[in-house]
């Protein structure tokens, strides 16, 4: 069934315009999302809806434990009522999200730890009417408030104990959910502050339709919960797997940033359909392909692929692309083992239109450009988004295209203008190039440096702050912020102090790997910020420290007692976050480490020892000392027993 929905779902132009089509959408294969759900609970009561670790939920416990929290809302959540979840994977976020469908009320992920400045700024926006999460995670505003403690299962690698829903009026101002809504999602906005996009329950279902027909997702799959809950795709997961009779399975933290121990955790919980971000794929594919997988597809997103699934690849693996205004996925391009290129060095395309979906390349004045052109993407159909809470925003990113034959098309008379530079080339696939603006993507996150930029601003000590993004050598971006001090500040700006406070106000992908303090910027012929220089000054800095970490006559920088261990892990964290000066009794995170750089350093510590380390021992360690530590203590155990023949 595969292979026919992707012969068909793309309609070449007789003119060869960069504009396709996806193939109709059938009606009777799309139905209601909650509708289609609730008749797993009747048809397979028993079935398993959520396995965790060795915990488990049948498809009527979740019901049963979704009309549970129903009850104790006691009526206080109503239909188009903005609700913000603060819980991690796990059967009480799906319980949640199953009771908030029941009420109509619009479900706003805003992931388990969101911060309280971020929350705070949410709540300034957005108007939220409660908050369910922790306690210890909400912030003052709803703390003391009128609190209703949910029955929710307590259970499972990611769950916390007494979750409350928390109830406070909305700010004035506050912008409420768009009439239809079934979920919102807060994007990076360029202002400074998040955009929320709101959703309505047919564009998720002409998604879950086709996933479900694309994967074959039935009774007896496991389908993977892995995304991080503030981001959409996650809404994808959860919903594919209730939708479609199959088990979801949440993941642990920490094989979010592992990819030895993601494999493992796809052997171990039998993982059939998964969905995952593309840093943490591409360095798979450059590793043997694990045999023992029941993994039959792999759905891949949030940046750009650089690699193609070598022949040992046994899953199909879905080169995915999709903003949050779409409605999370709107091309994919499949790849398989028995594909006649699969030994192409050549990045693979991001593919052609679901069902439903108008897609059209344009010119800066909106006309549509000839195939094999660069232009802007812009996004039609099924899927559109309702739009975001606010109508300026809305009306100038969805609006009727500019070109007359496109406007005449009865899938395109609104279309979202996507802010990525596309290639549509003469089969009709695209090839993704790139953001025509500063936004960025760091870890499949997109990211505006703006957001980032305002969260340092916060700082007294700051007057202004600049983001750029510069790429290492295999293409990867990381976000380095440039600071100039206020000139009434009592201190200077401090680049660790100042890491550490944007950590309460932005997502982890967001927080910079470093902070320079300068002077002043460069500006350019126009006046302003010379972002290009920047980007020149920091591939300077990234010389100046790789050339001090080289070993030279009189050393290699590095303490002379230091173990075996701790010059390995000291020498990587250099290099990864570019800090000459970085030493073993720095905290990781202190100076810009990440999940996501740890995840690199876990990689390169395997590759050198063949020990693998786990994301929360290097992020738990109080200094990069203990970090070396840890892998001293396994790595002389392993050449213990390497010696002794075990």
């Known amino acids: 069934m595969t292979e026919t929905l992707n012969e068909e779902r793309t309609v070449p132009a007789p003119d060869a315009a960069s504009v396709v089509r996806g193939r109709p959408v059938d009606p009777s294969a799309v139905g209601g999302v909650l509708a289609r759900y609730e008749e797993w609970v009747r048809s397979t009561p028993l079935a398993t809806a959520v396995v965790d670790g060795g915990h488990s939920w049948t498809y009527r416990q979740i019901d049963e434990a979704a009309d549970a929290v129903v009850r104790a809302w006691e009526g206080r959540i109503r239909p188009g ?26 479900y706003l992920p805003l992931g388990p730890r969101p911060g309280e400045r971020r929350l705070a700024a949410v709540g300034e926006d957005v108007g939220v009417v409660c908050l369910i999460g922790a306690r210890d995670v909400l912030p003052d505003t709803h703390r003391g408030t009128a609190e209703l403690p949910l029955p929710l299962p307590a259970e499972g690698a990611n769950a916390v104990p007494d979750v409350v829903a928390a109830f406070a009026p909305p700010a004035d101002g506050a912008r409420p ?8 999602v807060l994007t990076s906005g360029s202002t400074g502050r998040p955009k929320a996009v709101a959703v309505a329950e047919p564009a998720l279902a002409a998604l879950l339709a086709w996933f479900r027909a694309e994967t074959g997702l039935a009774p007896g799959d496991r389908q993977s919960l892995l995304i991080g809950v503030a981001f959409d795709p996650h809404v994808m997961e959860l919903w594919a797997g209730l939708t479609s009779g199959a088990a979801l399975v949440p993941a642990p933290d920490a094989v979010r940033w592992d990819p030895g121990a993601l494999t493992d955790w796809w052997r171990d919980a039998a993982v059939t359909v998964a969905v995952t971000a593309t840093p943490m794929i591409e360095p798979l594919l450059d590793r043997p392909w694990p045999r023992d997988l029941v993994l039959r597809h792999l759905f891949v997103g949030g940046d750009r692929m650089r690699r193609r699934p070598g022949p040992d690849v046994t899953a199909a693996v879905h080169n995915a692309y999709g903003p949050a205004e779409a409605t999370v996925v709107t091309t994919t391009h499949v790849m398989r083992a028995t594909d006649a290129g699969v030994h192409e060095d050549a990045a693979p395309p991001i593919g052609g239109p679901l069902p439903g979906v108008t897609l059209a390349v344009t010119d800066p004045r909106g006309r549509v450009v000839a195939r094999g052109e660069d232009g802007e993407l812009c996004i039609g159909g099924v899927q559109l988004a309702l739009g975001y809470l606010d109508p300026e925003l809305t009306a100038h990113r969805f609006a009727a295209p500019a070109d007359e034959g496109l406007a005449a098309d009865a899938g395109a008379d609104r279309m979202y203008r996507t802010g990525d530079r596309v290639r549509m080339r003469a089969d009709g696939l695209l090839d993704f190039l790139g953001r025509l603006d500063d936004q960025v993507k760091i870890s499949g996150v997109r990211i505006e440096p703006a957001e980032v930029e305002a969260a340092l601003e916060q700082d007294a000590a700051v007057l202004s702050a600049v983001v750029v993004a510069p790429r290492d050598a295999e293409g990867r971006a990381r976000l380095v912020a440039y600071v100039t001090p206020a000139a009434d500040a009592a201190t200077a700006p401090d680049a660790t102090a100042l ?45 100046r420290s790789a050339e001090e970490a080289r070993p030279s006559a009189s050393g290699d920088g590095l303490p002379a007692d230091a173990t075996a261990a701790e010059r390995l892990v000291l020498r990587t964290v250099r290099r990864l976050l570019t800090g000459a000066d970085i030493t073993l009794d720095d905290n990781f995170t202190d100076v810009g480490g990440t999940s996501v750089v740890a995840g690199r350093l876990l990689a390169a510590v395997e590759r050198e ?37 075990v």
Do not use: I, M
């Open 81 to 106: 009522d903005l609700v913000g979840v603060c819980l991690d994977r796990s059967a009480a976020l799906v319980v949640t999200a199953v009771a908030l469908a029941r009420v109509g009320a619009v």
């Open 177 to 184: 959910a768009l009439p239809g809504s079934l979920y919102a």
């Open 499 to 543: 890491l550490a406070g944007v950590r309460a106000w932005l997502p982890e992908q967001a927080v910079p790997s470093a902070v320079r303090v300068v002077d002043s910027f460069v500006l350019d012929a126009n006046g302003k910020v010379d972002r290009t220089a920047l980007l020149a000054q920091e591939a300077r800095t990234e010389e």
């Open 609 to 645: 020892t063949g020990v693998r380390l786990r994301a929360p021992e290097v992020l738990r360690q109080p200094d990069l000392r203990a970090v070396a530590a840890v892998l001293d203590a396994r790595w002389t155990g392993a050449r213990t027993e390497e010696a002794a023949g």
